[in-house]
């Protein structure tokens, strides 16, 4: 006779609100344990005897109040990420541990709230090294120095700025040589996309446009480059850039566009970015992996 075995409980499980396919906070911050975890779309369905995880990462209020749910049955820690202080210091008093995204240079730890600057992503200087190695070859026929250039929606629509932009990127490669490796995001106008792409004149390059069949190459692009641009103000494009080694550019002085605004300018203080100004040359900067730090805190104290 056989016996039959229980499946061994996953470590980690995670709830988030309105995240039916993408990867939110929760699970962002779950890929970075280095542990299998499992995602629940309603946690309802637990039964009091199940195997109970080691820890409940949640983000949303619905998910939160669900993960505390699903503490006082099981009897496991919870943290909870989200992007407001006020959230935090009022969750502070009921989860095991909060996961505040600061838009400043986070504070000292206060209590049960972990800052980070920033969103969390599963972006890390470990994914840049495995994407190099997967991408090395086919990019090999441009030659170096390599530019990766994100041009993302949310810094301009006009004509004029996508040609100067670009102009004065010919101007740099013309003067240090080298290629240009260019990913279009969503929203990005087809007449400004077409205007940069026409700017960019003479340049060796290789653009990629979003609705291309491809997958998106961008971080295969930033992994084999020397140096990183970013146009645009998508949140998410600026922490990416910045878990990679490279020096890493705006194209733009940041105006007023809310959480970016003030992400890029606490990175700019923090010498971790700076302004392009026509040299693509290194300075002595750390990748920023937040997630990775967290991840490494919620470990430590979680024994996960």
């Known amino acids: 006779m056989t016996d039959v075995l229980e499946p061994s409980p996953v470590p980690v499980w995670v709830i988030e609100s309105a995240q039916p396919g993408g990867c939110g906070p929760a699970h962002a911050l779950a890929g970075r344990l280095g542990c299998s975890f499992r995602r629940l779309r309603d946690a309802s369905f637990v039964e009091n005897d199940s195997a109970p995880p080691g820890l409940i990462l949640t983000a949303g209020l619905s998910a939160g109040m669900a993960g505390l749910s699903l503490r006082k049955k099981l009897k496991v820690p919870v ?3 989200c992007s407001s202080r006020s959230v935090a210091l009022a969750g502070s008093r009921v989860f095991d541990e909060v996961i505040l995204s600061s838009w400043h240079v986070p504070e000292g730890k206060n209590g049960r709230v972990f800052p980070v600057l920033g969103p969390l992503s599963v972006v890390s200087p470990a994914l840049y090294e495995r994407a190099e190695r997967l991408w090395r070859e ?3 026929h441009l030659p170096r120095p390599r530019v990766a250039v994100r041009l993302e929606a949310g810094w301009s629509d006009s004509v004029s700025d996508a040609m100067l932009a670009a102009r004065q990127i010919e101007l740099s490669m013309r003067l240090f040589g080298g290629s240009v490796m260019v990913t279009i995001g969503e929203g990005v106008s087809p007449a400004f996309a077409n205007a940069f792409a026409e700017g960019l004149g003479s340049c060796i390059k290789l653009i990629w446009r979003h609705g291309e069949p491809d997958d998106n190459p961008g971080l295969g ?3 084999c480059a020397d140096a990183v641009l970013i146009y645009g103000t998508r949140v998410s494009a600026l922490i990416e850039a910045t878990a990679s080694v490279l020096p890493v ?3 733009h002085i940041p105006g007023r566009f809310g959480a970016y605004n003030s992400l890029a300018r606490a990175l700019l203080e923090r ?3 700076r ?4 040299d693509f040359s290194p300075w002595p900067r750390e990748p920023l992996d937040e997630s990775g730090r967290a991840a490494n805190y919620i470990r430590e104290k979680f024994e996960i």
């Open 275 to 278: 302004i392009f100004d026509s």
């Open 138 to 140: 086919r990019l090999e």
């Open 79 to 81: 943290v909870h990420c």
């Open 271 to 273: 010498e971790n970015v």
């Open 249 to 251: 550019f705006l194209g």
């Open 221 to 223: 692009f930033t992994a």
